[in-house]
């Protein structure tokens, strides 16, 4: 019964087998496991279908459909500046809006970030990773849980796909003649963060990356009673070797921008030296401006 003498939440109980299995490993067997779970640099850029395209102004955007390996198709946007020559380009995980009951918190869109970017002159490819959820509509606890449960159940990790799919948008921009192959950046958010540091920890060619509102660690979902969307950051194991502080560290000298980190509930959190948090009522428009000096 609560308060009973010896009793545990089970979150305690998680907790507790957490911290007696722990057991820290280094950056080569990090590397190798990354590498077991598929997640390495793509060669040759897949089929490009156009769906269709708009005129945004300053940039052409163009809905395509892309393949990350054979028989998977992806859809993202392409933000075109009209400018001539080669210009750096953006690989951003798309974040859509959904419309839901006022009283639940939404994820916002990344289409004006993007537009942004493509005004600062850069190329952008927004993109949905495989089986992306359409948007984060606030319902609480599981995300796509059945999703990744499916595919653990058949010997492969959706987070490690998804950071895989990261990378074969890298490629598309590569092959691009109006793209400098070494000027490309990522940008991710909340745990789709986790995605991007994967895939940023394996390909050099993402020469920076920003993420916005991602969860300061895995081990952290696991000191508390609650916890949102962290079956997208499901690899079974992985938490009791590394956390997302050896994948920053392994980036190495390539910078991460990491804007107001949170907890596993979305909130906020003092997580010390090496983030930058926004001020209150700040828009991208300052940050977007540092993280491209």
Do not use: C
């Amino acid at each position: 019964m609560q308060g009973e003498a010896g009793n545990r939440k089970v979150y305690e109980v998680i907790r507790d087998e957490y911290h007696s299995l722990k057991k820290p490993l280094g950056k080569a067997e990090m590397l190798a496991e990354i590498g077991r779970l598929g997640v390495r640099a793509s060669g040759k850029a897949g089929a490009v279908e156009v769906v269709d395209s708009r005129d945004g102004g300053e940039f052409q955007v163009s809905r395509i459909r892309f393949e990350s390996e054979p028989g998977v198709m992806l859809d993202g946007q392409l933000y075109l500046p009209k400018a001539g020559g080669k210009k750096p380009a953006v690989v951003m995980v798309e974040e859509k809006r959904l419309p839901v009951p006022l009283f639940v918190t939404r994820s916002q869109s990344t289409s004006s970030l993007a537009e942004a970017f493509a005004r600062a002159g850069r190329v952008v490819l927004e993109m949905e990773p495989r089986d992306s959820p359409s948007a984060n509509d606030g319902r609480p606890f599981l995300g796509n849980w059945l999703t990744n449960e499916r595919v653990d159940l058949v010997g492969g990790n959706l987070a490690a796909m998804r950071a895989q799919d990261i990378l074969s948008g890298v490629t598309l921009l590569v092959s691009r003649a109006d793209v400098d192959a070494a000027a490309i950046h990522g940008y991710a958010r909340g745990v789709k963060g986790f995605w991007m540091m994967m895939a940023a920890v394996v390909d050099p060619r993402l020469a920076k990356v920003w993420l916005d509102r991602t969860p300061v660690g895995l081990g952290n979902a696991l000191e508390g009673a609650l916890t949102n969307q962290l079956f997208d950051a499901m690899v079974p194991g992985f938490v009791l070797h590394w956390d997302f502080a050896d994948l920053r560290k392994a980036i190495g000298e390539r910078r991460v921008f990491w804007t107001d980190p949170t907890n596993w509930m979305n909130q906020v959190v003092a997580a010390g030296a090496g983030y930058r948090y926004r001020l209150v009522a700040e828009g991208d428009g300052a940050v977007l401006k540092e993280f491209l000096q």
